[in-house]
C-alpha cells in the first residue's frame, strides 16, 4: 500500500474534523457570550455550561490541529525486514482468517481512512493495541488483548 497516499487522507480527514468542530466551537462561543444566556439568577447556569462546551471545543481543535501538524511532517519510512513496529508503521495484522491493517500514527488514534477499499484504523504507540504491537516484526505469532479477549494474530506485514 502506498503510505504517502495513506497520509494524506488521514491528513484531509483531519482537516475535515477540524473544520467542523471550528464551526461547533465557533456557535459555542457565540452562545456562551449571548446576552440570553446572562444569568437571571445564582441558579441560572446556561451560559457556564455553554462556555465549558466552547473550552472543550477549543482543546479538541488544538489536538486536531497538533496532529494534522505532526502528519504533515512525518516522513514516509521504509520499514525492512529486521525492524520493528513503530511511528509510520502500517501493520497488517491476521486474525481469524481476516486481514486487518493499522498505521501507527504520532497522534489521531481512532481515525479510519479507506484506501485501495481496506480500511486503515490509526493507532498509537501509546493505545493498548499500540503498546503491544510496538518493536513487533513481521512474521511473528503474537496473542493480542483486544478489550477483555486475548486472540491468536499472526503479524503479516510492516511497510
Known amino acids: 500500500m502506498n503510505k504517502r497516499a495513506i497520509i494524506k487522507k488521514i491528513i484531509t480527514k483531519l482537516a475535515d474534523e477540524l473544520e467542523v468542530h471550528l ?3 465557533r456557535y459555542s462561543r457565540d452562545e456562551a457570550t449571548h446576552e440570553q ?3 437571571e439568577n445564582k441558579y441560572d447556569t446556561r451560559g457556564l455550561e455553554a462556555s465549558y462546551l466552547a473550552r472543550g471545543q477549543s482543546k479538541q481543535l ?3 490541529d497538533a496532529a494534522i501538524v505532526e502528519f504533515e ?3 514516509v519510512r521504509k520499514f525492512g525486514a529486521d525492524d520493528g513496529i513503530a511511528i509510520g508503521a502500517l501493520v497488517a495484522l491476521e486474525q481469524f482468517g481476516e486481514t486487518n491493517f493499522y498505521f501507527i500514527g ?3 488514534g481512532g481515525t479510519e481512512v479507506i484506501h485501495d477499499k481496506k480500511e486503515v484504523l490509526v493507532i498509537t504507540p501509546q493505545s493498548p493495541l499500540g503498546e503491544q504491537l510496538n518493536g513487533r516484526k513481521a512474521g511473528e505469532q503474537a496473542k493480542l488483548k483486544f478489550g477483555n479477549e486475548t486472540r491468536a494474530t499472526k503479524i503479516i506485514s510492516v511497510e
Open 23 to 25: 464551526r461547533a466551537a
Open 106 to 108: 504520532p497522534r489521531a
Open 37 to 39: 444566556n446572562k444569568p
Open 73 to 75: 511532517k512525518l516522513a
Open 62 to 64: 488544538a489536538e486536531l
